[in-house]
């Protein structure tokens, strides 16, 4: 287990809809990412936090974006659902956004569905 | 051109077959490399890091050529529970973007 957790766990929504998932890092990390990944694809960054500040982003709209809080759990909030949204979405943490060498650990991720 | 590129997939093997995936990114000033493995509906967990003098961990080794910008993965003795979908993984430098293969399917058949 890497002390990783997501929630919720399976989710389906409509288009047009709003969704929130969180995520809670593992103890003493300070960097979270997220991640979208599609059946049969591996995972596309979306953004990073580190400390409470977005660290860096990937090709994804505006309509995704995150907050990370001072314990260092974090939401990622995806207005405006379209049916390409489906996919699972992963967190992952890790001890510090400037290490590049620095190992992530996942979390089980969050299996969104839209309708 | 993908950022990172690999071997499509699937390959089949029986057990004790030795199996190797290629892997080839483009960015020439991306700094680390790994390869994860994912199980079904699982989330990826780190396999091992890869660095430029190779490197093994019991049947797995994992080499980095910066030349040619490609990293492979060779399984010795594959066992059963080596299958998986193996994902090869780029971060840049800063380390805050971190870029995944869309993975190779291995399937250990008895």
């Known amino acids: 287990e890497t002390g990783v957790t997501q929630s919720p766990t399976h989710l389906i929504k409509t288009r047009g809809q709003q969704v929130t998932l969180r995520c809670s890092s593992q103890?003493?990390?300070?960097?979270v990412s997220w991640y979208q990944q599609a059946l049969g694809q591996g995972p596309q960054f979306i953004f990073q936090?580190?400390?409470?500040?977005?660290?860096g982003r990937g090709n994804f709209p505006p309509r995704f974006s995150g907050l990370q809080f001072p314990n260092y759990s974090s939401e990622l909030n995806v207005n405006a659902l379209e049916l390409d949204d489906s996919a699972l979405y992963l967190c992952?943490?890790?001890?510090?956004?400037?290490?590049?060498?620095?190992?992530?650990?996942f979390g089980p991720g969050t299996r969104l569905t839209v309708l | 051109r993908k950022e990172v590129e690999q071997d499509p997939g699937p390959f089949n093997v029986p057990e004790g077959a030795t199996v190797a995936f290629n892997c080839t990114y483009s960015?020439?000033?991306?700094?680390?490399f790994f390869w994860y493995r994912q199980d079904c509906r699982k989330e990826p967990k780190l396999l091992m890091s890869?660095?430029?003098s190779g490197n093994e961990d019991g049947r797995f080794t994992a080499q980095l050529n910066r030349a040619s910008q490609y990293i492979s993965l060779l399984i010795r003795d594959s066992k059963l529970s080596d299958s998986a979908t193996y994902l090869c993984?780029?971060?840049?430098?800063?380390?805050?973007?971190?870029?995944f293969g869309a993975g190779t399917r291995l399937f250990v058949k008895a």
């Open positions: 992952a943490s890790s001890l510090a956004a400037s290490y590049s060498t620095d190992t992530q650990y």
């Open positions: 103890s003493g990390h300070n960097t």
């Open positions: 936090y580190y400390r409470e500040e977005e660290n």
């Open positions: 960015n020439s000033a991306s700094q680390s």
């Open positions: 890869v660095y430029s």
């Open positions: 993984v780029v971060k840049s430098t800063g380390g805050f973007k971190t870029i």
